[in-house]
């Protein structure tokens, strides 16, 4: 479905992607995390045909950008990040509205779109205007909208920020169930969580380069360990006390509010730092997550 191999994009003196290799295969939930400024943005308007490469190659739906930009979108649904819909119009208007760009019929429109407020669970708010609408209800009408063509390939650029937990969680049993009708799905997202329950493979960016590639198991595995410890001291003793069980795990990580062991065995880390003669106001053994993997490979430090 998509086909990248040295793709690169640059703006002026500035490459946003630089060099990367991408494969996207049909039916799959792919995704690009990353923090501000890796480049994903850029590689998904270069997916969508609406930004060209700067070098590289890139092929989508088996098309070149360059040459088939207008077929390729014809097969695209893309949801932006930000709201684009159409205020003026009701919430069923922005769905036929936005099919007769696709040359669809008046009556397959029609039919198409009551199809699809049922499938977001917004038929009863059809005669609606956008501006009526919670946030959750917008982000599931602007997917609505990126389905009306029937597309092979959905692109959504961060298809949850901004939700709350309800709206999140709907939205992924939604987006679950289009890639078990077959529909391919490329997404970037800041919710490590939304990655490891999406994501059949993801790619890290940072500084416009891929820095790992995988599943999330994959990533973690590689990456980090099977459980992290958790230890909390009162403040300012961080310091002092990472160095007593500095050698109780593969990786110690000492933040402001606690220190982190990342180890095979947590429980066995926690009891011997008991051992130790440590006592901490609370301590707490969890599974690794992508977050720690994402954390590990960018940094904790904010990029602008």
Not at 210 to 229: C, D, K, N, Q, W
Request: with cysteine.
């Amino acid at each position: 479905m998509v086909q990248a191999v040295g793709l690169r994009k640059a703006y002026a003196a500035v490459e946003a992607v630089r060099g990367i290799d991408v494969a996207v295969a049909a039916g799959e939930a792919f995704g690009f995390l990353g923090p501000n400024g890796a480049g994903k943005s850029s590689t998904m308007r270069m997916i969508a045909a609406v930004s060209p490469p700067s070098g590289g190659t890139l092929r989508v739906l088996g098309m070149d950008p360059a040459v088939d930009g207008s077929a390729i979108r014809a097969r695209l649904g893309v949801c932006p990040q930000e709201n684009t819909l159409d205020s003026e119009l009701t919430v069923r208007e922005n769905l036929t509205v936005y099919g007769r760009y696709f040359g669809m019929s008046r009556a397959a429109v029609g039919a198409r779109a009551d199809e699809l407020l049922d499938f977001v669970q917004l038929t009863e708010k059809s005669a609606a205007k956008v501006d009526q609408l919670s946030g959750g209800m917008r982000r599931r009408l602007s997917i609505a909208r990126a389905l009306v063509n029937s597309p092979d390939l959905l692109l959504l650029d961060e298809p949850t920020t901004g939700l709350d937990p309800q709206a999140r969680h709907l939205l992924w049993d939604q987006l679950f169930r289009l890639k078990h009708q077959g529909v391919t799905l490329v997404l970037t997202t800041h919710y490590m969580d939304e990655a490891e329950q999406l994501c059949d493979r993801l790619v890290v960016m940072d500084g416009g380069v891929i820095v790992a590639e995988g599943s999330p198991r994959e990533l973690i595995a590689t990456h980090s360990t099977p459980e992290v410890a958790e230890l909390r001291f009162p403040y300012g003793e961080n310091e002092t006390h990472a160095a007593t069980v500095a050698d109780l795990a593969a990786r110690v990580e000492v933040l402001p509010d606690r220190i982190l062991l990342y180890t095979d065995d947590g429980e066995a880390a926690l009891e011997a730092a008991h051992h130790r003669g440590l006592d901490p106001l609370s301590a707490l053994v969890r599974r690794s997550s992508l977050e720690d993997v994402f954390l590990a490979l960018t940094g904790r430090s904010l990029v602008d």
